[in-house]
């Protein structure tokens, strides 16, 4: 007996990284197949600064980071919005593996696609593995996409599917 897969919505973890866009290519190309809906989330961590009695975010910083993010999904949902799946985005602020996977919740999604840098040593000790993470973690299915390195800085966006 073969496993019935029922792929209505996908979620796509992105950090506006060349990894991020490749994930998002292969949800998409997914998504057709299957005809799923897209959400595209993308999640920023402020950092507190330290103080001996607390610790404080920079809030003019935030709403920077906030605007621009914004403006990046944006761009996203514009040159996703002639194709033949439905992509919405969504931006939330917190632990990006955590946030990550409460949107998959709260959506119902039946997989998460995210991207890895594939780093290792001590680079991915310091940095931590968001997609180790979620993958460990997740409500439901993960895809991993990991950008051949023939592909990288080529252009992974053009390799979106265009509109009819």
Same mark, same amino acid.
């Given at each position: 007996?073969?496993?019935?897969?029922?792929?209505?919505?996908?979620?796509?973890?992105?950090?506006?990284?060349?990894?991020?866009?490749?994930?998002?290519?292969?949800?998409?190309?997914?998504?057709?197949?299957?005809?799923?809906?897209?959400?595209?989330?993308?999640?920023?961590?402020?950092?507190?600064?330290?103080?001996?009695?607390?610790?404080?975010?920079?809030?003019?910083?935030?709403?920077? *980071?906030?605007?621009?993010?914004?403006?990046?999904? %944006? #761009?996203?949902?514009? /040159? @996703?919005?002639?194709?033949? !799946?439905?992509?919405?985005?969504?931006?939330?602020?917190?632990?990006?593996?955590?946030?990550?996977?409460?949107?998959?919740?709260?959506?119902?999604?039946?997989?998460?696609?995210?991207?890895?840098?594939?780093?290792?040593? *001590?680079?991915?000790?310091?940095?931590?593995?968001? %997609? #180790?993470?979620?993958? /460990? @973690?997740?409500?439901?299915? !993960?895809?991993?996409?990991?950008?051949?390195?023939?592909?990288?800085?080529?252009?992974?966006?053009?390799?979106?599917?265009?509109?009819?």
């Amino acid at each position: 007996m073969s496993p019935a897969f029922n792929i209505r919505h996908i979620v796509v973890a992105h950090d506006f990284s060349e990894a991020a866009e490749h994930a998002l290519a292969y949800a998409i190309v997914l998504a057709e197949k299957f005809d799923a809906e897209v959400t595209v989330v993308n999640v920023y961590e402020i950092p507190p600064y330290g103080h001996p009695e607390a610790f404080v975010a920079n809030f003019d910083c935030t709403l920077e *980071v906030e605007c621009v993010a914004a403006s990046l999904l %944006a #761009e996203i949902e514009a /040159r @996703t919005i002639q194709g033949k !799946v439905r992509v919405d985005t969504s931006l939330r602020r917190g632990i990006p593996w955590a946030e990550i996977n409460a949107a998959a919740t709260e959506s119902k999604a039946d997989l998460i696609v995210i991207g890895t840098n594939g780093r290792r040593g *001590v680079a991915r000790a310091l940095l931590g593995s968001v %997609a #180790e993470k979620v993958v /460990r @973690t997740a409500p439901c299915p !993960v895809l991993t996409v990991h950008v051949p390195e023939a592909q990288r800085t080529a252009g992974v966006a053009a390799q979106l599917p265009s509109a009819p």
